[in-house]
């Protein structure tokens, strides 16, 4: 069974502070993808990233592929309270969504 | 502009009685997803379906069935309701070729 973790879990910040949250997997994946889902609401899809090593960028936030295609990160530069949300990572195996265990944020004014 | 819509968005029903949940998407897309979701956890993948007529089960166990009479329509129903069954489902659709998901706004089912 392929497993997709995040870290961390849960995540309090003030507005203004810089983040990481992690995706780690022991399975190799075609490609990742990163969805927010806001409460009552579905995922909606924010980057996909293809290339081992590849860095993409979507204004302050900023999405990594590792070079195994294994694991994949997502950073947030100066927060802010509409970047609240359930950050679900996704990695795709047989044309199927794998998805990782999800990080909720929560950014406060 | 991506639209797939699920209906009822909040449900509560007693244990016992069979209840549908509607799933439509006017892209076109041949793909299409059940997943359940509990609240701030991941998506389970429960059916998914890749055309009319074509229904398969997903990782996660479920005593759900669908059907896809129509490309644009996929609904979920459950004969018999039960308490372990609340939870959130989510519906979503791709075409082929594209591997990311649009996804509806869910359902939330609460079984008395």
């Known amino acids: 069974t392929q497993l997709l973790e995040q870290s961390p879990q849960f995540l309090s910040i003030q507005e203004g502070e810089n983040l990481t949250v992690y995706c780690n997997s022991s399975s190799v994946f075609s490609s990742l993808q990163w969805y927010r889902q806001e409460p009552g609401e579905g995922p909606v899809l924010l980057v996909t990233v293809v290339t081992g090593g590849e860095v993409k960028k979507l204004k302050r936030l900023t999405f990594q592929f590792g070079d195994a295609r294994k694991d994949s990160s997502l950073h947030i530069t100066a927060a802010q309270p509409g970047d609240t949300g359930l950050y679900l990572c996704?990695?795709?195996?047989?044309?199927?969504?794998?998805f990782g265990t999800g990080t909720r944020l929560q950014v406060f004014p | 502009e991506a639209d797939i819509y699920q209906t009822p968005r909040y449900l509560v029903i007693g244990t016992g009685k069979k209840i549908t949940l509607e799933c439509s998407q006017t892209m076109g897309h041949d793909k299409m997803y059940w997943y359940q979701q509990d609240p701030g956890m991941e998506l389970h993948l429960i059916h998914y379906s890749y055309g009319v007529n074509s229904t398969e089960k997903g990782d996660l166990s479920s005593e759900s069935t669908v059907s896809r009479i129509r490309t644009e329509h996929f609904p979920l129903t459950l004969e018999s309701a039960r308490p372990s069954h609340t939870s959130q489902y989510l519906c979503?659709?791709?075409?082929?070729?594209?591997?990311?998901?649009?996804f509806g706004p869910g359902t939330r089912l609460t079984v008395t």
């Open positions: 996704a990695g795709v195996a047989a044309d199927k969504l794998i």
């Open positions: 979503a659709s791709s075409s082929w070729g594209r591997e990311w998901q649009y």
